[in-house]
């Protein structure tokens, strides 16, 4: 049973277009989080939801907006998709914050053309 | 803002050699973990630390936290090439005022070849 699970796996789209990623965990955890992966292979944070709440919001653009509709659940969606979006993004989540183990999901690479 | 810097960014290495990474905060933290990523795959995490000093073991994996909490070090004994992929450093900084968040290393990567 996967722990940690984001669909899809693989997203090749157009500049400018609408997208979504969505992020399930069934370990029972109460926070989640999405983060960047470019191409230098840099991690950086940009949102974490304990049990449905926006905790952190790390200067990303307003075209990026995320929906926690239950504490199990955590989707991205991204409009006006841009070059420089092109990235692998990873959901993960941790037992009740940051100091704990983050488990993350497979990842999923999107590649705007 | 914080920031969290590893060195080397990458290491190729003969199987059987040793491998040690470092990890630079600019600022004091509460804790550090350490997170493994396979080529193509996703981070992995691998161990926490946090005392002032701390080093525990795994197997070949030895970890360490600085005496001032703003510095770790990775070595691995004898290297398997199973042992391929990025290492990250995580650390969250000490009373920002902020909500805490865990700020990840630049990362080295590691290939070992036989």
């Known amino acids: 049973d996967t722990a940690v699970s984001q669909t899809p796996k693989y997203l090749v789209t157009q500049m400018g277009n609408d997208k979504s990623i969505k992020c399930e965990q069934n370990?029972?955890?109460?926070?989640m989080y999405w983060y960047k992966q470019d191409s230098k292979k840099f991690l950086k944070i940009m949102f974490s939801?304990?049990?449905?709440?926006?905790?952190i919001n790390e200067t990303v653009p307003n075209r990026f907006s995320p929906k926690s509709p239950d504490k199990a659940h955590l989707n991205l969606h991204i409009n006006s998709l841009e070059l420089g979006d092109s990235a692998v993004y990873f959901c993960?989540?941790?037992?009740?914050?940051?100091?704990?183990?983050?488990?993350f999901g497979p990842g999923t690479r999107l590649l705007v053309l | 803002g914080q920031q969290v810097m590893q060195i080397p960014q990458y290491q190729h290495v003969q199987e059987g050699e040793d491998f040690t990474t470092y990890c630079n905060s600019s600022?004091?933290?509460?804790?550090i973990q350490w997170y493994k990523q396979r080529p193509g795959g996703h981070p992995v995490f691998l161990i926490q630390?946090?005392?002032?000093?701390e080093v525990k073991k795994q197997k070949r994996l030895t970890f360490q936290f600085g005496e001032a909490k703003k510095n770790s070090s990775l070595h691995i004994t004898a290297t398997q090439t199973t042992d391929v992929g990025t290492y990250f450093c995580?650390?969250?900084?000490?009373?920002?005022?902020?909500?805490?968040?865990?700020?990840f290393g630049t990362g080295t990567r590691l290939q070992v070849t036989l």
């Open positions: 995580a650390g969250i900084c000490v009373n920002t005022g902020t909500a805490s968040k865990l700020t």
């Open positions: 630390l946090v005392k002032s000093g």
């Open positions: 939801y304990n049990n449905k709440e926006l905790i």
């Open positions: 370990l029972g955890h109460d926070t």
């Open positions: 993960a989540s941790s037992r009740k914050g940051p100091i704990e183990t983050q488990y």
């Open positions: 600022t004091t933290l509460s804790n």
